[in-house]
């Protein structure tokens, strides 16, 4: 699918290996043949559907993976509602399967502004380093743990979202805004939490002594650049950025640079991501849309030109590698009609939804045209 996109050639083979792998799955699933190898097919559907941008149909696909692991688990290790018991056969790959959900759960819920598929997601580190130790190296373990940790509070902080946006068609008022700052509060605290795990801690400082020894990578705009020590830590703190912005716009949903610590926040992710390069592999390019679309964001278009037009531009770079544009579904605008949020005077929740409808397409429902099947 990638390569035919990104080579300009049709995408009339993945169409058909598409459609025929739904209905392999679905046979499977009538006969009741539910074991690993589904839940890896339907996660690798889930995974397809993401990428090219068809977040819906990925939904779909996240509710139906949800059960499979549900029914994969005979005594669970986790109850997916929190609950927790003894220790049973689900290997670690299906727990990272279920882990990498949750991030396309919460890439969904942010992108089409409702609520995640997943509930709220425990923190249960102890369960999760063990498993993960199965599989990773001590300091690679601690690395995963602090990038689910944050990949948990990105989820609830969409949990929070539709709660907050639930709470606001009451009306205006100061008791609606009190509810709103609680929840807030609940958030910022987590999030700050986030910020004073040792490793964290220790990467920053690691961080900071690469600026003063290391050659600085490329500059964005007129702002210092930046000397990149840990590429994949520094990937997770934009995320900490985003995440922070994502919160001041619960409780201050107006577009543009204000509260002006937002504006620090999308400086900082923006000077991250010029110091990597177009070309960092440390993270999925894919997956730094929604930190480049929340900067662009603060930025607020003609309130910031130059700094929009820079998001602008790293966006188009992402999804020209990435076929979020399928003329067969007459999805022309997609994913890219997203940016034009940038430069509006608005709502941000808003302005989301008018998005959200204009970019779906139906993937599942695909019809096979004549001569696609036997």
């Not at 279920?98 to 923190?123: C, H, Y």
């Not at 601690?142 to 907050?164: M, R």
């Not at 950025?241 to 949903?253: D, F, K």
């Amino acid at each position: 699918m990638i390569s035919d996109y990104r080579l300009k050639r049709p995408l009339d083979r993945f169409h058909y290996q598409y459609v025929k792998t739904l209905q392999l799955i679905q046979n499977s699933l009538r006969k009741m043949e539910v074991d690993e190898g589904i839940a890896i097919a339907v996660y690798l559907m889930l995974c397809i559907d993401t990428v090219r941008a068809d977040l819906d149909t990925a939904r779909k696909h996240l509710k139906g993976l949800f059960l499979i692991l549900q029914q994969l688990q005979q005594k669970p290790v986790l109850s997916f509602n929190g609950d927790y018991g003894p220790i049973t056969k689900v290997s670690p790959l299906m727990m990272h399967i279920w882990r990498v959900s949750i991030k396309i759960d919460w890439t969904a819920s942010l992108f089409l502004v409702e609520p995640p598929i997943l509930p709220p997601i425990p923190a249960a580190e102890d369960l999760h380093r063990q498993w993960i130790t199965k599989s990773a190296f001590a300091t690679d373990a601690e690395w995963a743990l602090t990038a689910f940790s944050l990949d948990n509070l990105i989820h609830k902080a969409c949990h929070f979202a539709a709660q907050v946006r639930s709470i606001r068609l009451s009306g205006s008022s100061p008791e609606v805004e009190k509810r709103v700052a609680s929840l807030v509060g609940i958030l910022r605290a987590e999030i700050e939490a986030w910020d004073q795990r040792p490793l964290v801690q220790a990467a920053e400082l690691e961080e900071a002594a690469a600026q003063l020894s290391d050659p600085p990578g490329e500059a964005f705009l007129d702002y210092e650049p930046l000397s990149i020590y840990n590429p994949f830590y520094c990937n997770l703190r934009n995320a900490w950025h985003a995440l922070q912005i994502y919160t001041s716009l619960l409780q201050y949903p107006r577009i543009g640079p204000y509260p002006p610590l937002r504006y620090s926040h999308a400086v900082e992710i923006c000077r991250t991501l010029a110091a990597l390069g177009p070309t960092d592999t440390s993270y999925c390019e894919f997956g730094k849309l929604w930190v480049i679309l929340l900067s662009g964001v603060t930025f607020g278009g003609y309130r910031s030109p130059r700094e929009t037009e820079w998001v602008g531009a790293r966006m188009v770079y992402i999804t020209e590698r990435f076929p979020v544009n399928d003329p067969r579904k007459g999805n022309v605008e997609t994913f890219t009609s997203y940016a034009e949020i940038c430069g509006i005077d608005g709502d941000f929740w808003e302005e989301m939804d008018k998005r959200r409808d204009r970019s779906r397409f139906h993937g599942c429902e695909y019809v096979a045209e004549e001569g696609d099947s036997e």
